[in-house]
């Protein structure tokens, strides 16, 4: 049988369903005594018109194919990711250890409070710990992911807008190097957006805040250090034109590892930010979920935070429903309360000083690469930078015809994961690369070789780059044919071969 999705493709082993032979099983079941071989007693609308399609294989063969899945995944357990801005950093297996402790992994989302106390002194003090690092007065845990976060820190700007002025605004201004999921935060809580260009620095410049900022803007969304690794140095000062007019700042806290012990967005006059727990703090990240984006804010901004709020009595923990203002809950229960767990972990294991030390480290180990690469890629704003260094193709692309996405490709070959490729958008063909502080100086060295590579090969011989990859499980893909004629759901097509 063929696959129309994957027709056309250069496969090295055989699928599954190449493997199918008819009569071929990998079960054992009992024969029912109820009914006639083949049949069961279901209503009519619950009986399929014809069986479904699936490989008929041994249990060796079943078995075989999903280990085999499972050897070809990629993931930071296996090898260096190198995605800017996503931060994949290691996930350290005392967090899993804590999570997976009975009186944690165990709880029922439905119990009552008093079964669950230790649940909730650990929100409560996460909530603190978090505050303490980023500057802020109070935290929610609530928010499932990043995303989530920023809606959750916009919808309580609006509302506290409301309340204060009886009018949410109307804009939101954007710089170009903030996170690409900034615009639709705005949309979905139903503000326009303004977009702000970046200097030749690449940071933001305060007089075009001022230029743009109104009694219609709500805020800013910023980014910082933002999507370049740069630190947006300005940011009291941009701050301050903000809420000279009335309006909130809001950062994104994607790149919150950069700062770690060092900086506090809370200090620099941001209102609102959210973090990814599984940027920042080692939870998992990956694979759809679960997530964590919670949400840290100022004291003006308190009242407005997600219900229910986890308390502290006399008597213990407790929830509070009693929240007028509240912009309502985003979270069934708790949020994602594993990665509570897994983040409280990490901050207790590393403490205060080893904080500092991971992000010391993360901003070394990005210059490190810049330094290395900047003689075989360009560096677009080379000088030093925070997290993460971007790069572009300009001289592989202008000598040999090599792009960003054959780069990318290339270092498939070479045995790693590729960087994150064309983000920012404020700069074209970008390769973003953020190794964190997990890597070690032979990983990075092995990495940067692998790049220096990729350009010298791409000089002396480019069609071996644009043919990449060539070591792996299936070959390029027809990129025009798949944007072009999408099939994105496989049925079986007899008559031609894979």
């Known amino acids: 049988m063929s696959n129309p999705v994957t027709r056309g493709l250069k496969f090295r082993e055989p699928l599954i369903f190449e493997m199918s032979t008819p009569g071929r099983y990998a079960h054992s079941l009992p024969a029912s005594a109820s009914s006639a071989p083949g049949k069961v007693n279901l209503p009519a609308g ?86 303490e690092i980023t500057g802020f007065d109070c935290v929610t845990l609530q928010p499932a992911a990043g995303a989530q976060g920023e809606f959750t820190a916009l919808a309580m700007f609006r ?40 200097t030749a620095n690449g940071t933001v410049d305060p007089a075009a805040i001022a230029a743009a900022m109104t009694e219609d803007v709500a805020g800013i969304m910023v980014t910082n250090p933002n999507t370049l690794g740069l630190f947006e140095s300005d ?51 990956g694979g759809g979920g679960p997530g964590s984006g919670p949400v840290c804010a100022v004291s003006e ?24 203002e509240s912009v309502g809950r985003v979270k069934a229960f708790f949020g994602n309360f594993g990665m509570h767990v897994r983040a409280y972990t990490y901050i207790r294991e590393l403490g205060c000083e080893g904080l500092k030390d991971a992000t010391d480290m993360a901003v070394l180990n990005a210059n490190y690469v810049r330094v290395r690469l900047r003689d075989h890629y360009h560096v677009p704003f080379d000088r030093t930078c925070m997290h993460e260094v971007v790069l572009t193709d300009k001289h592989q692309r202008k000598a040999t015809g ?55 090969t791409a000089r002396r011989d480019p069609q071996a780059i644009l043919d990449a990859p060539t070591k792996t499980i299936v070959g390029r893909l027809d990129e025009t044919r798949a944007i072009r004629k999408p099939i994105l759901r496989w049925h079986p097509e007899a008559g031609e071969d894979v």
């Open 46 to 131: 619950f009986v399929r018109d014809e069986a479904p399609l699936w490989p008929e294989v041994s249990e060796l063969e079943a078995v075989r194919h999903f280990v085999r899945l499972s050897q070809q995944n990629y993931g930071i357990d296996v090898g260096f990711v190198p995605l800017g801005s996503c931060t994949m950093k290691y996930n350290p297996k005392i967090n899993e250890e804590v999570a997976r402790m009975d009186g944690f992994a165990g709880l029922h989302p439905l119990a009552p409070e008093s079964w669950i106390q230790g649940a909730l002194e650990l929100y409560w003090t996460l909530e603190r710990y978090l505050a």
């Open 159 to 198: 509302s506290r807008l409301i309340a204060r002025d009886g009018n949410p605004r109307k804009t939101v201004l954007i710089p170009d190097t903030a996170h690409g999921t900034n615009p639709a935060t705005c949309a979905m809580n139903g503000y326009k957006t303004i977009p702000i260009a970046s």
């Open 235 to 285: 940011i009291t000062q941009i701050a301050e034109l903000v809420h000279a007019k009335g309006g909130f700042v809001y950062c994104d806290g994607a790149n919150m590892n950069s700062l770690l012990g060092r900086a506090r967005p809370g200090d620099m006059g941001v209102d609102a930010m959210h973090l990814n727990l599984h940027k920042t703090f080692s939870t998992p990240h």
């Open 301 to 324: 901004l308190e009242p407005h935070l997600p219900t229910p709020r986890v308390v502290k009595t006399d008597d213990g923990y407790t929830f509070d429903h009693d929240r007028p």
């Open 402 to 456: 090599v792009q960003t996405r054959d780069i990318a490709k290339g270092l498939i070959d070479r045995g790693f994961h590729p960087p994150t490729m064309y983000f920012p958008i404020c700069v074209p063909n970008a390769i973003m690369i953020e190794p964190t502080e997990s890597e070690s100086l032979q990983t990075l060295d092995t990495f940067i070789d692998a790049m220096i590579d990729v350009d010298e």
